[in-house]
Each structure stands twice: as C-alpha cells, then as structure tokens.
C-alpha cells in the first residue's frame, strides 16, 4: 500500500532528539515561473496522478484527499499558535514525497512567490490555464456559489470532485472567487514586499511567525476564496505552492541569523495557555510519523534536505 511505503522515509516518531544529521544530498525548490513548461506539466500530472491513488488512511477519497481531510481535522490545532510555521513545513514535505513515492515525481515543490504579483494576485501566471492552475470560478459554470466562489472551468483542475467542505462532507466542484477592486488592493497590502521585508527584520520567532500567518497567509486565501478559504483549503492544489512560499520566508528568516534555527517560542496550540516547546510533536494524524519540532528547524538537515 503506498501509505506503507511512504512511511518509511521518515524519522521514528520516537526516535532521538537530538540535532538532526546532515543530509547527503539538498534539493533546491524553485519558483514557478522559472519552471521550464515540461517541468510545470509534469509537476501538475503528478498531482493529478495522486488524486487517483486510494487513500493512505484508509478512507473512501483519493491520496489527495487526505491531505485537505488531516487538515481540516488535525491541522486546526496549530494556527494562531508556534506550531504553525512547523507544522506546514512538515505538511507540506509529506506532501512533496507523496508526489515523489507514489506518483514517480522527480523535482521539488514549487513556490508562488506573490511579492512579484503583489499588485494583483489574480492577475498571477499561475492561474494560466494551459500552463498553470486554472483560472477564477465562472458563474455561469455553477449552479450556487460554493464559499463565495464558483466552478473553475478551465485548466488541469476542472473536472475535479472536491469533497469536503471544512469537515462537511459536500461533494462539488473545485472552486474560486476572485476578489476585485478596492477589496482585492486592501489584502494586498500585506503582500507588499516592503512589508515581507519588515518582517524579516522582526527578532524573534513568535512575532515572525503570527505576523506571517495573520498577514500574507490569510491575504491569499481571502482574495482567491472558494475552497481555498476553508480549513480544507489544501483541496486547491495553489495551496501547497502558497505554503512553500511562507516556508521560504521562514527560511530567508533563519537565514539572516544562524541563531535564528533554534528559535521556536509562543503557545504550544491554537486555544492552549503553554508554552511551545521543540520537543512538542507535530501531529500527522497517520498521514506520516508524529515527530519533534526539532527535526524541521533546520532544512538542510536530516529529514527534510531542502533549500530556496
């Protein structure tokens, strides 16, 4: 089952806590647009490819599937809190060998880097039709707006069957809503690269991280809508290059000061009054090992092996 042999890539959920060994080999994400267009396809076929792989957990839905369903379901726990940074890393990189493992995917996850379409994120080449993600939801395409969004009738996505909303089961249509005009340049102005520039000037850790979450984090899903502003927004597959994007940052954040790697401080949970600290799991929910904190701090050490 490719669960199974998924699994094994990564650490023991109780192995050492110790520093994480180095890796042999670091693989080097890119961002979308330098992507050659073979590259793009072949990054996309694969994540059509898992959505026709059965599910890792069991469940009646697609490889795919499981990762808007864990999180929806575990991941909620981690938002407003220190783990959020962390745990989308983690997230994200099960994703990428999910890809890999089951699906003969041979590069690395790509980013959106949105400082470079800050000025209107809908006007992205990401959204390309033929080279990219699909474009906005038509209307005229749905029979309701779903999340204030409608059916995307174009690009590798169209025919897609999303099936949960938040943890509602409601089969649909993948869908988005692009915001317009004075609502669209007010979200923007998280994205504006002075602001992402002040932010990692921000010293320590629990400023960075709420500040990236409550500003460019939530800036995209609000402008995109649709499905992408649910807990289940991983079932719009521009989540994962959003995510990796926020990792970047967290990256360049670290990389400004190598002291910054250890720094990990704020509340353990989303709701929790303790105190966060490396030894705290990061919660998978059976999609891949529970492992510390610790083993994804640094990305260029044993598990992850990446760099931007």
């Known amino acids: 089952m490719i669960g199974a042999s998924l699994r094994w890539k990564y650490p023991k959920p109780n192995g050492s806590l110790s520093k994480s060994s180095k890796c042999d080999l670091i693989a080097m994400r890119r961002e979308w647009r330098t992507l050659s267009m073979a590259q793009k396809h072949q990054y996309l076929e694969a994540v059509k490819c898992l959505k026709r792989w059965p599910s890792s957990l069991g469940l009646n ?3 795919y599937d499981d990762f808007p369903w864990i999180h929806s379901r575990i991941g909620e726990y981690v938002h407003d809190a220190a783990p959020f940074l962390a745990w989308h890393r983690y997230f994200v990189h099960v994703y990428e060998i999910a890809l890999m493992d089951a699906c ?3 590069g690395t996850i790509p980013y959106w880097n949105w400082e470079l379409d800050w000025e209107d994120v809908t006007a992205s080449p990401i959204w ?10 038509q209307p005229n395409k749905s029979k309701e707006d779903i999340v204030k969004g409608y059916c995307v009738s174009d690009g590798p996505f169209k025919e897609w069957e999303i099936l949960y909303l938040d943890e509602e ?14 609502e669209l340049e007010a979200q923007s102005e998280s994205l504006v690269p002075e602001r992402i520039e002040e932010l990692l000037d921000v010293p320590n850790y629990n400023s960075f991280n709420l500040g990236l979450e409550n500003g460019p984090h939530l800036a995209i899903p609000r402008s995109i809508r649709g499905d992408f502003s649910l807990l289940t927004a991983p079932s719009d597959p521009v989540f994962f290059l959003h995510h990796t994007q926020l990792d970047r940052l967290w990256w360049r954040w670290q990389s400004r000061e190598r002291t910054r790697i250890a720094q990990y401080e704020g509340l353990a949970a989303h709701h929790s009054h303790e105190s966060a600290s490396i030894t705290d799991l990061l919660k998978m929910g059976g999609l891949a090992p529970d492992i510390p904190v610790l083993r994804v701090l640094d990305t260029e050490s044993e598990p992850l092996c990446y760099r931007y």
């Open 104 to 106: 003969a995917y041979d």
């Open 169 to 182: 089961y409601y089969p649909h249509c993948l869908s988005r809503g692009f915001l317009t005009g004075e």
């Open 61 to 63: 839905q697609s490889y």
């Open 128 to 137: 390309d039709a033929e080279h990219g993600f699909g474009s906005n939801g």
